[in-house]
């Protein structure tokens, strides 16, 4: 995980002010410098991690006091990384912190991130085996690593410490969080999603939630090698994808859409103009025309806000071959489906849903959210037009995520919207420890779309649509 781009502009605010009202500093080219600390201050002892916290933080404040600002931008991080050890090291000795060197090292690096990163949180984003770190206020901090929560080593001193981290976020998007705008969701430079809640609605603190993203965006592959699905699933939805039937990728939180629907595009033709329109832009595809568009929330004066059905109507005018969506919510559903009809074939886009009929029914809704006069019969028909496959991610109780479901959208009967299930993943059993047992098969339905994929020269083995062949048995590991 990518660290944070430096951000020295960004600091506590006594610190700053202290510095602009003419604080101590010594320019000199590429190194920093620190004044000696006053004798007689020292004899403070680490003991414990509130001492610790609340030295690394003096010891920050302190740093910020007496450097200059303006020589942190003609460092790279080594350079930078080495002087805040030497200054650390010999403000560890004036204040008579007891630490052995091993501890010094440690605590230089924290006070680093603290500098330039996201404080007691910087080597949680570096790990790439943790998905989610959820922060309920600043001494509870929980990961997800493997499909299962657990409680993080670290904390914050209190709630300004963790409201420090979170500004320091959102003014790298230009968004805000205050009192009077206490939600706001944002995206670190790594594509993860960020979302906070403070006061007065977050209760016993500032409430933070991260989305990690790898560095190396999951393929179609590992998914087939995590157990997501089995190889002849993967092939089929890739086949659907190339073929340009627009698919619609639904599911609980956490299930892995985005993941899937980053998987899926790597099918998409790189001659293809993409446009991509998010609330954060966290999409990571891998073709090399992709326009990607982010809605905007409203500003101080509740005016300039952008929303996604604004986004959608002018990515129509911006020669698109396919617009994807990372996530429909709203009354920007019924302009996704007018996309949809008119030539955008293969578009895609993300939806919460449990099933792939509650999927069609939540669209039903979001449709009438905008206040047109249409009639249910003309938006189910326009559904029914638009979408061609359904993918259904879930995440299991054992913490693992799989497709348990293809369904294709075949058309109307009467004023209902038909469907089939092309795959489904049957489950077997639960192991002692919780693990799931079970294993994908076909329906045993020819799918609709099938033939244009094979008009396209795309090859598929017959017996992926047998339901006696169990296409894989697996045991849910993760």
Not at 79 to 103: S, Y
Not at 110 to 131: H, K, N, R, W, Y
């Amino acid at each position: 995980m990518g660290r944070f781009s430096r951000q020295p502009a960004v600091k506590p605010e006594s610190a700053s002010t202290q510095h602009q009202n003419g604080g101590p500093t010594h320019a000199a080219p590429a190194k920093i410098t620190a004044k000696p600390a006053r004798r007689g201050q020292g004899n403070t002892k680490a003991k414990g991690t509130n001492d610790l916290l609340s030295a690394k933080l003096r010891i920050h404040s302190k740093l910020i006091d007496e450097i200059d600002l303006s020589d942190l931008d003609k460092l790279d991080d080594e350079a930078l990384r080495r002087q805040v050890h030497a200054l650390v090291a010999e403000i560890v000795r004036e204040e008579r912190l007891t630490m052995n060197a091993a501890e010094v090292v440690s605590f230089a690096n924290a006070v680093f991130d603290e500098m330039t990163g996201l404080g007691p949180i910087e080597p949680l984003l570096q790990d790439e085996s943790i998905c989610d770190i959820l922060i309920n206020g600043p001494k509870q901090v929980y990961i997800e690593r493997g499909g299962e929560l657990e409680l993080a080593p670290v904390s914050f001193a209190d709630d300004d410490h963790l409201l420090r981290i979170i500004n320091r976020i959102v003014a790298q998007v230009g968004r805000r969080v205050d009192e009077s705008h206490p939600m706001v969701d944002a995206r670190l430079p790594d594509g993860s999603r960020f979302n906070a809640a403070i006061a007065p609605i977050a209760v016993d603190g500032p409430l933070v939630s991260i989305r990690k993203f790898s560095k190396q965006p999951l393929t179609i592959e590992k998914l087939v090698g995590f157990g997501a699905m089995p190889k002849c699933v993967a092939k089929f939805l890739q086949g659907a994808v190339a073929a340009r039937v627009t698919t619609i990728i639904s599911g609980g939180t956490g299930s892995g859409k985005t993941t899937l629907l980053n998987a899926l595009s790597s099918a998409i033709s790189h001659k293809e103009r993409l446009i991509t329109i998010e609330d954060a832009a966290e999409l990571q595809l891998q073709q090399p025309h992709v326009a990607r568009m982010e809605t905007r929330p409203p500003n101080v004066e509740g005016k300039g806000e952008i929303k996604q059905r604004e986004c959608v109507k002018n990515a129509l005018r911006m020669r698109p071959d396919r617009v994807i969506l990372g996530e429909v919510r709203g009354e920007e559903a019924f302009d996704m489906l007018q996309a949809m009809n008119t030539g955008h074939e293969g578009s895609m886009a993300t939806i919460h849903a449990n099933t792939p009929r509650d999927a069609i029914t939540r669209l039903e809704q979001m449709v009438a959210m905008g206040g047109l006069n249409i009639s249910e019969d003309a938006v189910r028909g326009q559904i029914a037009s638009a979408i061609g496959l359904i993918v259904q991610a879930t995440r299991l109780a054992d913490g693992q995520r799989k497709v348990v479901s293809v369904t294709e959208v075949t058309g109307m009967e009467g004023n209902i919207i038909q469907m089939q299930e092309i795959f489904h993943f049957e489950r077997t059993g639960t192991g002692a420890e919780g693990e799931v047992f079970g294993e994908h098969r076909a329906s045993g339905l020819r799918p609709k779309c099938l033939d244009e994929m094979l008009t396209r020269g795309l090859q598929f083995d017959t017996g992926w649509f047998d339901p006696s062949r169990p296409l894989n048995r697996e045991r849910a590991d993760g």
